[in-house]
C-alpha cells in the first residue's frame, strides 16, 4: 500500500502530494503525517516554498475521511500539530505554500486549500463546504470564507453547500489563476520558482504580519512593526539580507539572498 502522503524534494521546493484514493479524504493518522512534514518544512532552512496537491485529476482533497469516523474517529481527534490537514494551526508557518487544485477541494478540503498563500487551479477543480448536509460546522471555513470573498457569498456556500467551479472561484478571488489540467503542476512549479528566488526573510515577514495583525488596528499594526515586535520583523531589519538589498538596488544588479 502506498503512503498516503507522498514527499519529493526538489530543493529549494517541496512538494506534498495526498495519496489516499478513492477522494484524498484525511483521518487523523494521515493528519498527523501531513503536520510532520510541514514542521520539516517550515524548520529546514533549505526549503523556501512548498507546493500541496493531490493524486489523480478526480479529487484535490475530501476533506475529513467519513469511512474512518463511521468507525469510531472523533470529530476532535488528535489531528496532530498542525491541525486537521497539517497547516492550519501549525504556529511560525512563515514560508509561501502554493496549492495545486487538481480536482474537488471538497469540505476539509476546501479548507486546506485556503491554508495556502496561493492556489492555482485546474479548469475543472471546483469547491464545496458540505458540511451543512451533514448537520455540522465546516469550522474553519465559516472563519476563513467570509474574509476572502463578499459575505452574502460566503453564507450561500456555507448555508446551501453548492459547489463553486473554478472559473467562479477566480471571479471571486479565491484562487489565483485557473489553468488546464495537464500544465497545473508546471505552472504550480514555475510559481514556486519564482518565489525561491525572492527573499525569504520578507516573506516570512509577510506572512507573520499579515496572519498577526488581522485583530488589530492600523496603528497598533504599524506600532509593532516599526517597534520591532515581531520576531520576523526584527531578524530582517538586523539581517545581511536587508543590506545586500540595498546594496543589489545601488549597485544595479541582482540581489543574492542568504535567508540570514
Known amino acids: 500500500m502506498s503512503d498516503p502522503i507522498e514527499v519529493n524534494k526538489q530543493e529549494p521546493i517541496l ?146 453547500g453548492r459547489w463553486m467551479d473554478a472559473a467562479e472561484a477566480l471571479r471571486w478571488g479565491l484562487v489565483n489563476k485557473v489553468v488546464p489540467v495537464d500544465t497545473l503542476l508546471e505552472e504550480a512549479r514555475a510559481l514556486a520558482q519564482l518565489l525561491a528566488e525572492g527573499p525569504p526573510l520578507v516573506f516570512a515577514c509577510i506572512k507573520e504580519v499579515a496572519r498577526e495583525t488581522q485583530g488589530m488596528s492600523f496603528q497598533q499594526s504599524m506600532d509593532m512593526i516599526n517597534k520591532r515586535k515581531f520576531p520576523t520583523v526584527d531578524r530582517l531589519y538586523s539581517s545581511e539580507d536587508q543590506l545586500e538589498g540595498a546594496r543589489a538596488f545601488a549597485e544595479k544588479r541582482k540581489p543574492i539572498w542568504q535567508g540570514k
Open 15 to 160: 512538494e506534498i502530494t495526498i495519496n489516499r484514493p478513492k477522494a484524498n479524504a484525511i483521518d487523523a493518522a494521515t493528519s498527523r503525517i501531513m503536520g510532520n512534514v510541514f514542521a520539516d518544512f517550515r524548520d529546514d532552512p533549505a526549503f523556501r516554498v512548498a507546493i500541496v496537491t493531490g493524486h489523480g485529476s478526480k479529487f484535490f482533497c475530501a476533506g475529513w475521511d467519513l469511512k474512518a469516523a463511521a468507525e469510531g474517529e472523533a470529530p476532535d481527534s488528535d489531528y496532530g500539530v498542525g491541525g486537521f490537514g497539517g497547516m492550519q494551526e501549525l504556529p511560525d508557518l512563515n514560508k509561501p505554500i502554493i496549492a495545486a487544485i487538481n480536482g474537488m477541494a471538497v469540505g476539509g478540503g476546501f479548507e486546506i486549500a485556503l491554508s495556502a498563500d496561493l492556489i492555482v487551479a485546474a479548469d475543472h477543480a471546483s469547491f464545496a463546504l458540505p458540511e451543512i448536509n451533514a448537520g455540522t460546522l465546516a469550522d474553519a471555513a465559516t472563519v476563513k470564507v467570509p474574509r476572502r470573498m463578499p459575505y452574502h457569498v460566503a453564507m450561500e456556500l456555507l448555508f446551501t
